[in-house]
């Protein structure tokens, strides 16, 4: 670090020019990406409340009140009423801290988790962070789990099942009322991980059950920084039972709170107001529009991709991402690149992933899809 600081303008320039090395979602390029450009509110909203630190919350009661309004319109979205939980950093913090829950909650010495093979990599962070045994759940042809292959896995020290609505390489919903009734059956915890498809489902016609309707569920994880359309850092977790959350708390003796349940202590307020602001202008109806065009959008790339030789759908999309198989994914990307296209592979299955996200329109998937044709 140099001795004098800089002028701004010379910071300024340093800013731009590694700025100008940045994706930018706007220009359409991006196709691999679960995040967007957030709802202008959101950004606004952003900048406000950037300098305010919830994990103080009594110097912060306004910000404090936008984070459970948020917590609340989620709980209402996924059908909890009084729903416990707060505004992470995102599906990964949600994922281990609801992880932590079930294991402090529960009696055995030597917790394990039954998880499907599709589960997001997060979980084996929560399961090294603490020490818990994952348990991998075999996929069906669809790339959902199988729940009887799922309930075998369930022994006396299982604390919890996993359960993805919207996976992060396919977009697949798994069988949730069916592992609801083995959580119930067998009395252990049944966490939905919806970071992708919690804001996204609810507002389809006809939209699979995965949430708190089904009684065995009991935590979810949904990410408004994805298609939430707040700005990042913003992730959700919700919990039904208010004391689960408890069994994590620790005391902190020299805030304005007694105890603390965070997972990070100092954590910006910024994304719970931008999710607020992004929650209170679009309304059920505006997010309606959002996930009916990109699930539109995602089929009529589907619809291109069945018209393409070299590539196939290996599973029709259940949300707008679509996987697109071919013999080679990693070159198909790399000479995708080539032509400004970033784009992202995915292991089960080898396929390219394509998630439409709301940046991305009808035209450049049309385009996209013609330069498809021309390099498969
Ligand atoms: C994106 C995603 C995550 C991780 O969320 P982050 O916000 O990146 O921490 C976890 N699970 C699923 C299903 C996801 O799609």
């Avoid at 390489?169 to 009734?181: F, M, R, Y």
Wanted: aromatic content about 4%.
């Amino acid at each position: 670090m140099q001795d004098q600081g800089l002028p701004r303008e010379s910071v300024d320039r340093l800013l731009a020019s590694a700025a100008s090395r940045d994706a930018s979602y706007g220009d359409g390029t991006v196709l691999s990406s679960m995040c967007t450009d957030p709802h202008p509110a959101a950004l606004d909203a952003h900048r406000r409340f950037v300098t305010a630190n919830l994990g103080d919350p009594g110097l912060f009661p306004g910000t404090a009140e936008l984070e459970r309004e948020v917590v609340e319109m989620l709980g209402d979205i996924l059908n909890l009423d009084d729903p416990a939980g707060y505004v992470t950093t995102g599906g990964n913090e949600s994922n281990v801290q609801a992880l932590r829950c079930f294991r402090d909650d529960a009696e055995t010495e030597d917790p394990n988790v039954v998880a499907p093979e599709s589960a997001h990599f997060s979980f084996r962070k929560a399961a090294d962070l603490l020490g818990i045994e994952l348990r991998s759940a075999p996929l069906d042809d669809r790339y959902r789990v199988d729940p009887e292959a799922a309930a075998r896995l369930v022994d006396d020290d299982t604390v919890g099942i996993v359960a993805v609505a919207g996976t992060t390489e396919t977009g697949q919903v798994d069988p949730v009322p069916a592992l609801s009734e083995i959580a119930l059956d067998r009395d252990v915890r049944l966490h939905v991980d919806a970071a992708f498809g919690g804001l996204l489902l609810p507002f389809l016609d006809d939209p699979p059950r995965f949430d708190f309707s089904l009684p065995g569920v009991d935590t979810v994880t949904v990410d408004p920084h994805k298609m939430g359309l707040s700005t990042l850092p913003a992730g959700g977790l919700l919990l039904r039972d208010p004391d689960l959350l408890d069994a994590i708390a620790v005391e902190t003796p020299y805030l304005t709170s007694d105890t603390q349940h965070t997972l990070t202590g100092t954590r910006t307020g910024a994304g719970a107001a931008s999710a607020y602001a992004a929650m209170k202008s679009l309304g059920r109806s505006g997010y309606r529009d959002v996930a009916r065009r990109c699930v539109r959008n995602a089929h009529h790339l589907a619809d291109r991709v069945r018209d393409t030789d070299a590539v196939h759908l290996p599973v029709e999309p259940a949300t707008n991402l679509v996987p697109i198989a071919h013999r080679d994914p990693g070159d198909l990307s790399r000479r995708l690149e080539t032509r400004g296209w970033i784009t992202s592979v995915s292991t089960t299955p080898e396929a390219l992933r394509i998630v439409v996200m709301p940046h991305l329109d009808r035209d450049t998937l049309d385009r996209f899809a013609d330069d498809l044709e021309d390099l498969a």
